[in-house]
């Protein structure tokens, strides 16, 4: 029995869901053929994913290749209740809401796995966690795995590393036409969108500090360059710092930063960015937040100690009344600002991912894997590709034979 917030938002769900799919075309073009050839008749899929208008359609891709899914979110304040509504009343197991606590959290991880999936599906490796940790008896019947977010594959690597990972896992973030479109142009638009909608606070003028300057970071600070903002840039990876300057940006230490910004939006995917020396340096009215995947980047409760008090201002937005009179608003209490505050990535952009989401799963069973990371491999990624720009009405050069024979050969001289 599915557990969610309200059944009576069910048709606000379903409208949105419908407003998804029309933007989704990709996705939708891989449902017809999954309607039609059932590649997971009779498969398990486990979801850990934000409940969106978006997963919300990715789900039905799936049903409609046969398989059963059952669904729980991957962050207690990025679930949407009418779309998890529309989802339970369209017989989908669904245990999420907004506002869970962490232990409501980790039951409904479980609850999903009482389903004994065969495939699962993370954004952040929660439920690979949980199996590896607490439900080994359900490793057996495991075909593989997907994983979302950078975040994930970063612990999954460490895994593997460390001979710990039980079963294949497709890096479904890791497939171009997810990371360089979903981290970059969807992190940056839903992010700067979490922020305003939070705040409605203007972006031109004020001074920005991005902590991190990967696929995520990239996509924040090109954002907030574009409506006006003074961008710094702040990094560990020596590589990524210098394409950071190189891109135009000031770029330095979060020590040096901290008392310079107005914005402070951390995506690193690592913990304690934002600490207490931060905060000590930090303007008053300086606005933190992160769309880091846990809520680990600033750390909260070194502002806790720091604070006399603290109010809610506005939704998701909460004001820390410092000891020494400064005040430092916090956004989503430091968890996905674009997802708590916001809607997520627009359903344009999620096309690309949940079609690799898609088609990773339709692998998984048709193959044989070993336990491990597995890349999504380059000729699904490239059919995501083209299939995306048919749907835009673009059209691209083929190599010639001659092209082809040339590239492909060494004996060919100047």
């Not at 604070?307 to 005040?327: F, M």
Request: aromatic share 6%; proline share 3%.
């Amino acid at each position: 029995m599915s557990g969610v917030k309200d059944m009576k938002l069910a048709g606000s769900g379903r409208m949105k869901i419908e407003w998804a799919e029309a933007h989704m075309p990709v996705l939708m073009r891989i449902r017809e053929g999954f309607r039609r050839d059932k590649p997971l008749k009779g498969v398990s899929v486990g979801f850990a994913l934000h409940v969106t208008k978006e997963t919300a359609v990715l789900v039905e891709t799936l049903i409609a290749g046969g398989a059963k899914v059952a669904i729980t979110g991957c962050n207690p304040l990025s679930t949407q209740d009418d779309v998890a509504a529309a989802l339970a009343k369209n017989k989908v197991d669904v245990y999420a809401w907004r506002g869970e606590t962490n232990e409501e959290y980790y039951e409904n991880i479980n609850r999903v796995l009482d389903h004994k999936p065969n495939i699962t599906i993370d954004d952040g490796a929660d439920l690979i966690f949980t199996v590896h940790k607490e439900r080994t008896e359900l490793l057996k019947d495991i075909r593989g795995g997907c994983e979302e977010t950078t975040t994930g594959i970063i612990r999954l690597r460490a895994m593997e590393n460390d001979g710990a990972l039980k079963y294949p896992v497709m890096a479904t973030n890791d497939a171009d036409t997810k990371h360089m479109f979903d981290n970059h142009y969807g992190t940056g638009q839903s992010t700067i969108d979490g922020i305003l909608r939070a705040t409605s606070i203007l972006f031109a003028g004020k001074v920005v500090v991005v902590g991190g300057y990967g696929w995520c970071g990239r996509g924040v600070a090109a954002r907030a360059k574009g409506m006006g903002s003074q961008v710094i840039v702040t990094e560990v990876d020596p590589i990524l710092a210098l394409r950071a300057a190189m891109d135009g940006y000031m770029v330095m230490p979060m020590d040096d930063a901290a008392c310079m910004g107005d914005i402070f939006i951390t995506v690193t995917g690592d913990r304690d960015i934002i600490g207490k020396r931060h905060f000590e340096k930090m303007k008053s009215g300086a606005v933190v937040c992160n769309s880091g995947h846990f809520n680990i980047e600033i750390d909260i409760p070194e502002l806790e100690k720091m604070s006399k008090g603290k109010k809610t201002i506005r939704d998701n937005v909460e004001r820390y009344d410092l000891k020494d009179g400064r005040h430092i608003y916090l956004l989503a209490e430091g968890r996905l600002v674009n997802l708590a505050a916001a809607e997520g990535h627009p359903s344009e952009v999620m096309d690309m991912s949940f079609a690799n989401q898609s088609m990773a799963c339709r692998y998984i069973q048709d193959n044989d894997l070993e336990a491990g990371v597995h890349m999504i491999p380059r000729e699904v990624d490239e059919m995501v590709a083209r299939m995306k720009l048919e749907t835009m009405g673009v059209r691209i050069d083929e190599l010639t034979p001659e092209q082809r024979k040339y590239l492909e050969s060494w004996e060919e001289g100047t």
